[in-house]
């Protein structure tokens, strides 16, 4: 194995990935399967997880499917217990798990004193306290062991307020702030070999997005027309464009870096539109 292959690799390495079901969440999956990682695909779903799993061992790759929810902390503990019985270890957590609620958007013809308190709270317990309580059960190991990896997925929307989106927005702003105070925390009470750092991917087409920015015969909304217009890309990111910035992030080739939001987005968070 050459030098860069090395500095890259992460075999032998354990990695967790809630909401490794979706669409951006199984990209990294099989990316961090390829890089040689063991992967445990964690979601509500068990046959989804448990599909990606087999899909993933076809390939050569390791892999199993657990299913719990990231809100419920019983069932993380015994999917921990599950993970650790079969591999011995947990060296790195992507916490992948999210998303947004229709009550928590506010649309063009309503205000913000129509927002549902309800589906904002809920939105925001998904993303931040759906990303804080996995932390908590799967980091345990990392901070026994003064090893590993912790990945949140932050958003466009946390570094240019959106329209629309405010308890996603909302949620995505407290990841990024959390991503920098979880690496100092670990770094100072745990040592330099606990590293966490977060991506903000641009706008890339998901399940829950799909109707919002596209139209059913796949032309754009006016939404989807905006954002491209906003990409100097001029397109939509594709799931595996996020695993290279993953795949650094896990690997020892960031091994001085922490506490850092990487956008993945075409330049969209650098363009000024004109």
Wanted: net charge neutral; aromatic share 6%; proline share 3%.
């Amino acid at each position: 194995m050459s030098y860069i292959e090395n500095l890259f690799t992460l075999q032998s390495r354990v990695a967790i990935v809630t909401g490794g079901t979706g669409v951006l969440g199984s990209a990294m999956c099989k990316a961090l399967a390829n890089a040689g990682a063991a992967v445990v695909i964690l979601g509500r779903r068990k046959d989804a997880a448990d599909q990606l799993a087999q899909e993933i061992g076809t390939k050569g790759g390791i892999a199993m499917g657990i299913s719990a929810d990231v809100l419920n902390k019983d069932q993380l503990i015994e999917a921990r217990q599950s993970v650790l019985k079969k591999f011995g270890r947990i060296d790195i957590l992507v916490n992948g798990a999210g998303g947004n609620m229709p009550g928590a958007v506010v649309m063009p013809d309503k205000t913000i004193f129509d927002l549902s308190i309800d589906d904002f709270k809920s939105v925001v317990d998904l993303n931040l306290t759906g990303s804080l309580l996995p932390t908590q059960i799967f980091g345990e190991p990392l901070a026994e062991s003064k090893q590993g990896v912790i990945i949140n997925i932050s958003s466009m929307t946390a570094i240019r307020p959106l329209t629309r989106v405010l308890g996603y927005g909302a949620a995505k702003a407290a990841i990024s702030n959390f991503t920098q105070w979880l690496a100092v925390e670990m770094a100072k009470k745990f040592g330099e070999g606990i590293r966490v750092n977060a991506i903000a991917p641009g706008f890339f087409l998901t399940e829950q997005n799909r109707n919002l920015l596209t139209n059913k015969d796949g032309s754009l909304t006016e939404r989807g027309q905006l954002i491209i217009r906003g990409t100097p890309f001029g397109r939509f990111g594709e799931p595996d464009e996020l695993s290279g910035t993953l795949l650094w992030l896990c690997s020892d080739a960031s091994k001085f870096v922490s506490g850092i939001v990487v956008p993945v987005d075409g330049a969209f968070s650098a363009y000024g539109g004109v």
